[in-house]
Each structure stands twice: as C-alpha cells, then as structure tokens.
C-alpha cells in the first residue's frame, strides 16, 4: 500500500523553526518527485516547496524561500522540510506529495498532513 506519512507539526512561536518529515512507502520513492504543499484556513492549497529525484535541485515559492528548506534521503525514503523563522502567516496544514516523471498520467500521491500552527 502507497503511504505518506507527515509528522513534526505541532505549536511554534513566531520566529521559531520546526521540521516536518513524510515516511514514504509502497511505491519507488526514488523515481518521483517530492512537493510540501500547505493549506491554510479558508484558502486553496499551495505549493511551498518541491525537490528532485536526486535531491540535487530544489524549489521554494517567494513567500517561504530562505526560511524553508526541503531536503530528501532516498536510501531512508524520507523528504523532510526544514522550517525556520515561522510566522504567523505559516499556520496551516502541511501536506507531503510524491509525483511520478516517468509515467502519463503521472501518478500522485498525498499523505494526510500535519498541522503547523505559529503563534504566541
């Protein structure tokens, strides 16, 4: 059975750092592409951060580059993000998402989230 499974959420201060890891399983980690995307209360779900295959190539959108860094071990089939200097406006669920690049349609996959709530 495909899993992703995030954890790490939980309450931070603003300013404070937290780090978030999906466990993947049930499907070749190392063939897709990772994605953390985030929902926050009442708006659309959006990406924050993506990797490559390797690892070798990461992306992080404008409102959370510098403080969040995505990173991946494929001999553990782990992606982790690395959050720090959160704030506020970081509240929301975290979810974990593997896309496939080698197959059309590509194949995707989400785990069930972690809630990240940054507050004083």
């Known amino acids: 059975q495909v899993q992703l499974v995030e954890s790490g959420g939980g309450l931070v201060q603003p300013g404070g750092s937290l780090r978030l890891s999906c466990a993947a399983s049930?499907?070749?980690?190392?063939?897709?592409?990772m994605n953390w995307y985030r929902q926050a209360p009442g708006k659309e779900r959006e990406l924050a951060a993506t990797i490559s295959i390797t690892g070798d190539s990461t992306y992080s959108v404008d409102g959370v580059k510098g403080r969040f860094i995505i990173s991946r071990d494929n001999a553990k089939n782990m992606v982790y993000l690395q959050m720090n200097s959160l704030k506020p406006e970081d509240t929301a669920v975290y979810y974990c998402?593997?896309?496939?690049?080698?197959?059309?349609?590509?194949?995707?996959?989400w785990g069930q989230g972690t809630q990240v709530t940054v507050s004083s």
């Open positions: 049930g499907f070749t980690f190392s063939s897709y592409v």
């Open positions: 998402r593997a896309v496939s690049t080698s197959s059309w349609p590509p194949r995707v996959y």
